[in-house]
Nanobody, 124 residues
């Protein structure tokens, strides 16, 4: 049974930074591509960033390029999302997800395993 646990969310002022972590247990983390998604109130879940199994490839939505960085530590089974210059529009519940194929994907349906989410609130 694969379990994903996100931590690091919270309340931050616009312009501030947060780092989200997602620890994976029960599976072969080093073989999975990992993704971060978010869902704001009243909106659909959207792709934010993804990283390949070895960290060699990453992908971001345009609205976070240059502000967010996804990374992973395969020794610790953790994927991170460093978020800088946060904006109120970044407010959402952030979810990490694992895909048993090694290449980063944008489609949520491609991911087999999901965490419970962590709330990020950016005040103006």
């Amino acid at each position: 049974q694969v379990e994903l646990v996100e931590t690091g969310g919270g309340l931050v002022q616009a312009g501030g930074s947060l780092t989200l972590s997602c620890e994976v247990s029960g599976g072969t983390f080093s073989l999975y591509a990992m993704g971060w998604f978010r869902q704001a109130p009243g909106k659909e879940r959207e792709f934010v960033a993804a990283i390949s199994w070895n960290g060699g490839r990453s992908d971001y939505i345009d609205s976070v390029k240059g502000r967010f960085t996804i990374s992973r530590d395969n020794d610790k089974n953790i994927v991170y999302l460093r978020m800088n210059r946060l904006k109120p529009d970044d407010t959402a519940v952030y979810y990490c997800a694992a895909d048993r194929t090694p290449i980063p994907q944008r489609l949520a349906i491609k991911y087999e395993y999901w965490g419970q989410g962590t709330q990020v609130t950016v005040s103006s």
